[in-house]
């Protein structure tokens, strides 16, 4: 048997992620107990939930949360076989099977360049909210700094709330202060849609909208560019490496796998307004 630490599965990345976990892990014989804190629930909450896990004789623990520091996961490594999965991980001892975050983010700001922004803003969730939507923010403001665009950095700190900073961001917009807006996840994207269609600004006709996940149901009804994350090998890779590291008579080395995704060219990304005038 095995433990699962979920965040938030009304998030549909992390909604998927679960759906796959349990088939693969079903299709390998692991039975799966999974634990999901609730939204107002942080990382004390969540090491005490592994806990939990253990208390309950599980022979490996998957972690699959942006929330819970990698210094929190140190007591559990001695115990029982721990794998990250789909989160950025950045401890060497522990295993981890995750999205390519820096490539994405240089994906979609490459992609930005390309259709003539050199003004951005880019919404910056922080590490205590999300670690991969913070390492995809900064992933995405370097790689536009590398490409010459001016970027204009909105930091996100308040845990659970999607629409932080997007009244600024269409302030900005409406005053020609930028021609883009990139946002590390598609649920924050796609919220700040609904605030720009309120506040009148036309997108992309006005400004320019990024997301990164790929997973929302009618993605493609909503025309969002953004990025396709490899959920489905994550949950693969992930139970398979667990298998092994459950049915090894030794330790084994920890190795961190990075997926990279692709790129879903969405209607709501266009040329800047001058530039198609």
Not at 50 to 76: E, I, K, W, Y
Not at 181 to 197: G, K, N, Q, T, Y
Request: glycine letters at 8%.
């Amino acid at each position: 048997m095995s433990g699962l630490l979920l965040r938030d599965p009304r998030n549909p990345t992390y909604g998927l992620l679960h759906s796959r976990l349990q088939q693969e892990t079903t299709d390998a014989e692991l039975q799966l107990v999974t634990v999901v804190p609730s939204v107002a629930q942080r990382a004390e909450f969540e090491a005490s939930s592994l806990q939990r896990l253990l208390g309950l004789r599980v022979g490996g623990l998957f972690v699959a949360t942006g929330v819970l520091q990698s210094d929190l996961l140190t007591p559990f490594l001695s115990a029982v076989p721990v794998v990250s999965v789909g989160r950025v991980e950045l401890d060497p001892r522990i295993h981890a099977v995750s999205y390519d975050e820096d490539a994405h983010g240089a994906l979609l700001a490459d992609r930005v360049v390309a259709h003539g922004h050199r003004r951005v803003a880019v919404l910056v969730t922080g590490p205590e909210v999300s670690t991969a939507e913070n390492r995809r923010s900064l992933a995405i403001v370097t790689r536009l700094q590398e490409r010459g665009a001016e970027v204009l950095e909105f930091e996100a700190h308040q845990f659970g709330v999607s629409g932080e900073r997007d009244d600024e961001i269409i302030r900005v917009a409406r005053e020609g202060g930028v021609t883009a807006a990139m946002f590390p996840s598609d649920w924050r994207a796609i919220h700040f849609l609904e605030i720009a269609v309120k506040a009148g600004v036309r997108v992309p006709d006005d400004l320019s909208v990024t997301g990164c996940d790929g997973i929302a149901p009618g993605l493609p009804l909503l025309g969002l560019a953004t990025i396709r994350v490899p959920v489905e090998t994550v949950a693969r890779r992930g139970v398979e490496v667990m298998r092994q590291l459950m049915d090894a008579p030794e330790p084994v080395r920890a190795r961190h796998e990075l997926h990279r995704g692709y790129l879903i060219d969405g209607t709501t990304l266009s040329v800047p307004p001058l530039a198609g005038a």
